[in-house]
């Protein structure tokens, strides 16, 4: 492996993301040639002038040009006979159907395809494509060439402060399915002061769009909100500093992790409060709004893969809308039995919390609204349950101990919690 001084990278693409990762790169010590078709980037580049305005990509640029360690031009030529790892950072805009335009990528997938090289050859996407388009590349392009190792590496650069995310990143992720390919991508960026994730090759293409998508959604939570609070006379900027002030729940990882459905006293109750308000006002909140219309969905597509189970008898672990409690109030998981038992599926229920003498009022109202033969579905322990059953559910959040004694029964488990 080359080491961090000597690390030899071609740059494919000097928009925003090439030419700042290309500068960014020579000012952490490798030598870097970029590419690029346009001669007027190329020229400027060369010049240590930088194509487009970007706070502190000039000095890079004359840095990088002044010592030696950054070069342009517009072919490949000979540049990847001494290579070890090739960034394409070519754009992906959007075809007429919203799907990506891989035109570019291709170009220059096929270009490297087609130029002297190494016998051995890194090929790092930092462009956006979707998961599956690293695979993908490899088997059209480059027509299974060992000698070819794909990486992904995404960027998460924002223009106008591209630099500093480069040199002071909050993430760096490389994926890819040979781990010395991957190892070696991820040494380039030894000197950030940014552990590098690894991932598998279509988790790291997908992480850049999720990452990309929650942005958006934290935008339009936060304009929605703004709006709804105008209405109301209040701050919205009060609110949303408030709370952003809680770190535990709000901003953090709490809640980010997929699983099963929402439910509970609070959360449906609320959206639709929210949502009934702003109608009353006039306005429209479509990220809002939509909200249980997704989980709704989310719920369907969980009844969708335990009805496709082959087992006769099923046991649901779980009925509570959530571990540690016997609030049944809109729990998803009565739905969820709700939607099996229609599909005339055999059902049995455990959960240790639930205790059918003592669950009264709106409680006991929900639940036999919905499910008034819950006392033929409840199992009285989990011994009873777990030899009942040919197949498990597993709906809510397990203890370790009970998860062991489930694995060891030796039935099927499908886990709705991840």
């Not at 060369?46 to 706070?55: C, K, L, M, Y």
């Not at 630099?163 to 994926?175: A, H, K």
């Amino acid at each position: 492996m080359a080491s961090l001084e000597d690390m030899r990278i071609a740059v494919f693409g000097l928009g925003y993301v090439g030419c700042v990762s290309a500068a960014c790169l020579a000012r952490l010590g490798h030598q870097v040639r970029g590419v690029d078709t346009e001669a007027y980037k190329v020229d400027l580049v060369n010049r240590g002038i930088a194509p487009f305005h970007e706070p502190g990509l000039d000095v890079l640029l004359q840095e990088g040009i002044a010592s030696g360690r950054l070069s342009a031009a517009t072919s490949i030529g000979e540049i990847l006979r001494d290579t070890d790892v090739a960034l394409i950072c070519v754009g992906t805009p959007s075809d007429a159907e919203g799907n990506l335009d891989l035109t570019f990528l291709r170009r220059v997938a096929s270009q490297i395809a087609g130029a002297p090289k190494a016998s051995s050859l890194i090929i790092s996407i930092r462009s956006t494509v979707f998961a599956g388009v690293n695979e993908q590349i490899y088997n059209e392009v480059f027509h299974l060439d060992p000698g070819i190792h794909m990486v992904a590496n995404p960027e998460f650069l924002r223009e106008g402060c591209a630099v500093r995310d480069f040199l002071e990143p909050s993430l760096i992720v490389v994926g890819g399915d040979d781990p010395t390919a991957a190892e070696k991508v991820a040494s380039i960026y030894d000197s950030l002061p940014c552990p590098v994730v690894r991932t598998s090759l279509r988790a790291a293409e997908m992480i850049k769009y999720a990452a990309n998508a929650f942005h958006a959604v934290k935008i339009a939570f936060a304009n929605e909100t703004g709006s709804l609070c105008r209405q109301f006379g209040i701050d919205g900027g009060e609110v949303m500093n408030v709370l952003c002030q809680d770190t535990k729940l709000n901003i953090s990882p709490a809640y980010l992790k997929p699983g099963f459905a929402f439910g509970g006293s609070c959360l449906p109750k609320d959206l639709r409060a929210l949502d009934c308000r702003a109608r009353g006002t006039g306005l429209r909140l479509p990220l809002l709004q939509n909200v249980l219309v997704s989980n709704r969905e989310h719920l369907r597509r969980l009844i969708e893969r335990v009805g496709q189970l082959s087992a006769h008898r099923i046991g649901i672990f779980g009925l509570a809308f959530k571990e540690d409690t016997d609030d049944l109030r809109e729990s998803p998981v009565i739905q969820l039995v709700e939607g099996l038992l229609a599909q005339g599926r055999s059902l049995r229920v455990f959960d240790a919390h639930i205790d059918m003498q003592r669950i009264h009022g709106a409680n006991q109202r929900y639940l036999l609204q919905h499910l008034p033969h819950i006392h033929r579905l409840m199992a009285p322990s989990l011994e009873e349950w777990l030899a009942w059953c040919e197949a498990i559910v597993i709906a809510q959040k397990t203890p370790p101990l009970t998860r062991r004694q489930m694995e060891q029964s030796g039935k099927l488990i499908l886990d709705l919690t991840s």
